[in-house]
């Protein structure tokens, strides 16, 4: 998994990056039209479309039959509990190609995700960082007493500044500590602790070139599964390690919907991939 978040990243920054000074809605609406593509092309290869086809004329025609004979109570029953079955059926059969798509789509929206669900941080924000241990170093005493603030040491690059010394919170098994950015670009921070070191990026606006819209990770975490498929922006932490995730506060991001209202960049997606493909469903010979 975390060989393909690696090539996922490289192609994903590397296609987007020509778009990074353009309003967000244009890079998404090309996405869309491609994921829109994608899904037609999928239909068309793996769903039964003589049955699909076969099922909307029975279900335009139980439709009818509750217009028809609305005045006959037993009918409109028999014909809605008809159109129950036929849509069950509808469902059943688009099931195939979904599944075929789930995981494509979610590798997309992961990685979109990173590049158009974040702002990045002007120059003098502050934010906050934090480091999650995997478990206290020591337990607490017999008095009740938490446990003594690990050794966990914090170096920024020159780009970002950290403003206060690390806040150990026991209860969360927690260091904290307050950054404020200073240049734009991509720095690094490194966290040292039980003897290992391990980096945190932290994405800084240019106001000058305007490229806002790059790859930001809010989130570093271990190497389980789950969290390598919903947070590929950077590499996993060592699943044995003694940090088990580094956070990063980003501001969350909306975008303009041609202008017409601002929304998550999720939902943008899903209205145009959704309408590009009814709307060349046609010239695909596809039936949806």
């Given at each position: 998994m975390s060989l393909l978040n690696a090539a996922l990243r490289a192609v994903f920054d590397v296609a987007l990056r020509p778009f990074a000074a353009l309003p967000p809605i244009v890079p998404v609406t090309i996405m869309a039209l491609v994921s829109g593509v994608f899904a037609l092309l999928v239909y068309r290869w793996t769903s039964n479309q003589a049955a699909i086809a076969a099922v909307k004329r029975r279900l335009f025609g139980h439709l009818l039959?509750?217009?028809?004979?609305?005045?006959?109570?037993?009918?409109?029953?028999?014909?809605?509990?008809?159109?129950?079955?036929e849509n069950l059926t509808y469902l059943r059969l688009n099931l195939v190609p979904l599944l075929w798509m789930i995981v494509p789509f979610m590798l997309l929206i992961a990685q979109l995700q990173f590049h158009?669900?974040?702002?990045?941080?002007d120059v003098g924000e502050?934010?906050?960082?934090?480091?999650?241990?995997?478990?206290?170093?020591a337990e607490p005493s017999a008095d009740?007493?938490?446990?003594?603030?690990?050794?966990?040491?914090?170096?920024?690059?020159?780009?970002?500044?950290v403003e206060t010394p690390g806040v150990w919170v026991p209860s969360l098994h927690q260091v904290a500590w307050r950054l404020r950015a200073l240049e734009p670009g991509r720095h690094q921070l490194v966290v040292r602790t039980g003897g290992e070191e391990f980096t945190k990026s932290v994405f800084v606006v240019?106001?000058?070139?305007?490229?806002?819209?790059?790859?930001?990770?809010?989130?570093?975490?271990?190497?389980?599964?789950?969290?390598?498929?919903?947070?590929?922006?950077?590499?996993?932490?060592?699943?044995?390690?003694?940090?088990?995730?580094?956070?990063?506060?980003?501001?969350?991001?909306?975008?303009?919907?041609?202008?017409?209202?601002?929304?998550?960049?999720?939902?943008?997606?899903?209205?145009?991939?959704?309408?590009l493909a009814f709307a060349l469903r046609n010239r695909f010979g596809v039936t949806l």
């Open positions: 039959e509750v217009r028809l004979f609305n005045d006959d109570l037993r009918a409109v029953l028999a014909a809605q509990l008809r159109l129950l079955r158009y669900g974040y702002s990045g941080l502050r934010t906050l960082l934090t480091v999650d241990l995997v478990a206290p170093d009740g007493e938490p446990p003594p603030r690990p050794d966990v040491d914090l170096e920024a690059s020159p780009g970002v500044a240019d106001p000058e070139n305007g490229a806002r819209w790059v790859r930001r990770s809010p989130t570093r975490r271990r190497a389980a599964i789950l969290d390598q498929l919903l947070y590929p922006a950077e590499p996993s932490l060592p699943r044995d390690g003694p940090v088990d995730r580094i956070d990063i506060r980003y501001p969350a991001a909306s975008i303009s919907f041609f202008g017409l209202f601002d929304l998550h960049w999720l939902f943008a997606f899903l209205i145009l991939s959704i309408g």
